[in-house]
């Protein structure tokens, strides 16, 4: 609190000018820069998966408006972003509604169940809250594997039809096609990242977020101010069902089609993972988690020897690969150490303290 | 805690409507026995000794949850280790199944200590979100240390000649094992009974429930109890394993598999009270085996085939759970307010 409000007067002072842009501009370098960066022949060296990247961080960064600003943990947040996911699928594959009309019902349809499900379970306490939201989201995976009507797929998921005909796919790249212009799939979903990202951070930094914040603070004394705390904890939980969906509409196209495995109670446990890794305290936090997280699984599993120091004088030789695919296990330990540390920091909270120290010392001032 | 549990459960207390609930239940239980006798007692066998399991890694996730108000989401792996320390005694270094009841379950006791020491015991005075995220993460090192030890593959040991046959049950055989599973089971949980309710220790411990703070200041070592008690949740699930792992078969994700079923048990039962984990436990149980055959008497008596939802079982332990929950906050015999 503090520091917003000192950061508050360096900005009235004009003494910070990027304080505004801050996270525009972050959110639109994140998008220009993140595809040169994973495609560098030092990092992973394809650049396809950069579009899964940018769609997880707006699924990840929907959580983290539970997690982070509202203090709410829910072990269903995939169920959400699974319900977008279906919702295009079913439209595309069997009732032949066109995307673009699917894919805003597909998310007011997930937001309304998510206001259903919070006006009945918002109140409930941390643990029994969880609990209720794994149970719902185990019964809607249980809904899609049932099948009804044929219109789930069951466990092989939705695949025939579910890819609209302004979607081209070749060599591993998708193209969105619009009357004569071809535009690289990756664009396409950096665009909408940035507009719902910049409308995250609009909710966050309105008085609705500053009342969430307050009700993560100290239910009490929020309820003792007269918010109330119920119905904000249900708008929090509708809108990040709301921006679920969108990650899980954008999802659809991306994996063309829609499987199981984005209704599981596992997806929703690496969402968990991925915020807390990246750092809840931070609008970019949860970025920097799906970034880690997703960098690491497709780093370290092609990954088969670590030449020190460099391949071109090697020195010694590691064979990893027997070890490397088991990366879960190291990821699982850099997040105990994380949570140890500082459980709401994570490795940008980590990042940014470790940049203040240098360059305090940097600057010559004692720590 | 339970002897004030085991006065709610007096018949006194039911209520017109509680009967009406029971009543429907008991005359759907006796269709189903009726239609089908045979598997009628398979599955009620199976549904007893799933829910002894269950119980088994509730008693311990029950006592963490209440005395250190940590969410251990790792007590499923712990499970698991059970499992695989007996494939690893019997099937790998030959001793007999008795010693691998006895030494598997320590073994996992001295992962928990570890557990506790190393991490979990930094996270005591931290919200309850920070004991969760970091068992979570000891979950997943554990789960993918077994990959990596094991393999993927589901493994299985072989049951000691005399558990291997089977017992006659008049309408159909249920294996010995199965059987010996629950008999194990049963016994654990009189033993922790005991410990709890009839000693000193369990007085203690007891009394670091209500108010840690407060058992401190009179005196009683907190520190060791805490460790002295995930010892134990952790040789229970250990136990838990062993029993599953002979009677079923392992595999790596069964810890996962448990520990959010287990989830569900503990949070139906009420937390902090051990007694309403048994009883949740045994009625989840019971109702993932006997729910589908009602279902499918049901749908034969009725002639109404869409009763009969395949894989509804699964889905069973999660719909009591938001019924419970949204009826009774507390769960059947929890606190009123504890942790609400």
């Given at each position: ?21 801050q ?13 040169p ?20 961080m ?8 539970l ?16 319900i ?26 997930s ?13 409930k306490?941390?643990?029994?809250f ?12 249980f ?15 939705l ?59 100290n239910?009490?004394l ?26 899980g ?24 993972i ?11 936090g ?9 960098f690491?699984e ?18 010694l ?13 190291f ?5 105990v ?12 909270g980590?990042a ?7 360059s305090?010392?940097?600057?010559g001032?004692?720590? | ?17 509680g ?10 239980l ?20 799933y829910?002894?399991?269950l ?20 007590h ?28 598997a ?26 004991g ?12 993918e ?97 062993v ?17 959010i ?42 002639g ?31 606190q ?5």
């Amino acid at each position: 609190m503090s520091r917003d409000s000192t950061a508050g007067v360096l900005e009235r002072v004009g003494a910070i000018d990027l304080g505004v842009w801050q996270v525009p501009l972050g959110l639109l370098a994140v998008a220009v820069l993140l595809r040169p960066v994973v495609s560098h022949d030092l990092m992973l060296g394809y650049p396809q998966v950069a579009s899964s990247f940018l769609i997880w961080m707006i699924i990840v960064a929907s959580f983290n408006l539970l997690m982070g600003y509202t203090g709410l943990i829910s072990f269903g947040h995939a169920m959400f972003m699974g319900i977008g996911t279906y919702s295009v699928a079913i439209a595309l594959s069997s009732l032949a509604v066109p995307f673009l009309l699917a894919a805003p019902l597909g998310i007011l349809f997930s937001a309304g169940v998510a206001y259903l499900i919070g006006r009945l379970i918002a109140h409930k306490g941390e643990i029994y809250f969880a609990m209720l939201t794994l149970a719902f989201a185990k019964s809607a995976h249980f809904v899609a594997n049932y099948n009804p009507g044929g219109l789930t797929g069951g466990t092989t998921g939705l695949a025939d039809g579910t890819t609209p005909a302004w979607i081209e796919t070749s060599r591993g790249f998708t193209y969105v096609v619009l009357g004569g212009f071809r535009i690289d799939w990756y664009w396409a979903v950096a665009a909408v990242f940035v507009v719902g990202l910049l409308l995250l951070w609009q909710l966050v930094r309105s008085p609705f977020g500053r009342t969430l914040v307050a009700v993560r603070e100290n239910e009490a004394l929020a309820r003792s101010m007269g918010v109330n705390v119920r119905r904000y904890k249900v708008w929090a939980f509708t809108f990040a069902a709301a921006f679920a969906a969108l990650g899980g509409v954008l999802l659809e196209i991306n994996n063309q089609g829609a499987t199981l495995s984005e209704l599981s109670i596992v997806t929703s446990g690496n969402i968990i993972i991925m915020a807390v890794l990246g750092g809840a305290n931070y609008f970019f936090g949860p970025l920097a988690g799906v970034f880690v997280w997703m960098f690491v699984e497709e780093y370290l599993t092609d990954f088969h020897t670590l030449v020190l120091p460099l391949t071109e004088v090697p020195l010694l030789r590691i064979e990893l690969t027997g070890v490397l695919a088991y990366w879960q296990f190291f990821l699982g330990l850099l997040f105990v150490v994380a949570v140890l540390v500082s459980p709401r920091e994570g490795v940008l909270g980590l990042a940014k303290a470790t940049v203040a120290r240098l360059s305090a010392r940097i600057r010559g001032e004692s720590e | 805690m339970s002897t004030s549990s085991l006065r709610t459960l007096g018949l006194a207390r039911l209520s017109a409507g509680g009967a009406a609930v029971w009543g429907a239940i008991a005359l759907l239980l006796l269709v189903a026995f009726a239609v089908e006798p045979g598997l009628f007692v398979d599955q009620f066998v199976g549904g007893l000794v799933y829910g002894m399991t269950l119980v088994l890694i509730a008693l311990g996730l029950s006592i963490i949850l209440g005395l250190l108000g940590i969410v251990n989401f790792a007590h499923g792996a712990l499970f698991m280790l059970g499992a695989y320390f007996t494939y690893q005694l019997m099937a790998l270094w030959g001793l007999s199944f008795w010693i691998a009841l006895v030494v598997a379950p320590l073994l996992v006791g001295l992962v928990g200590v570890a557990m506790e020491r190393l991490v979990l015991q930094w996270l005591y005075d931290e919200p309850p979100l920070a004991g969760l995220l970091a068992a979570f993460g000891l979950a997943l090192m554990i789960q993918e240390a077994t990959r990596a030890i094991w393999g993927d593959t589901p493994l299985s040991v072989v049951t000691p000649a005399v558990l291997a046959q089977s017992a006659d049950l008049a309408v159909t055989t249920v294996a010995r094992v199965r059987l010996f599973s629950v008999v194990v089971a049963a016994l654990v949980i009189l033993a922790v009974y005991l410990l709890i309710e009839r000693t000193d220790f369990g007085l203690s411990v007891r009394a670091g429930v209500q108010d840690r703070e407060m058992a401190g200041f009179l005196g009683i070592d907190m520190p060791r109890r805490f460790v002295l008690m995930f010892f134990l949740g952790a040789v229970i699930a250990g136990i838990g394993g062993v029993l599953q792992g002979t009677a079923v078969g392992m595999n790596p994700t069964m810890g996962q598999q448990y520990i959010i079923i287990t989830f569900v048990v503990v949070v139906v039962g009420g937390i902090g009270s051990l007694f309403g984990s048994v009883v949740a436990g045994l009625l989840i149980g019971e109702a993932v085996f006997l729910t589908p055959l009602v279902l499918r008497s049901l749908a034969d008596v009725t002639g109404i085939g869409a009763l009969a939802v395949p894989g509804i079982g699964g889905l069973v332990p999660y719909l009591v759970m938001i019924l419970v929950l949204l009826v009774r906050p507390r769960g059947l015999y929890g606190q009123e307010g504890f942790m609400e």
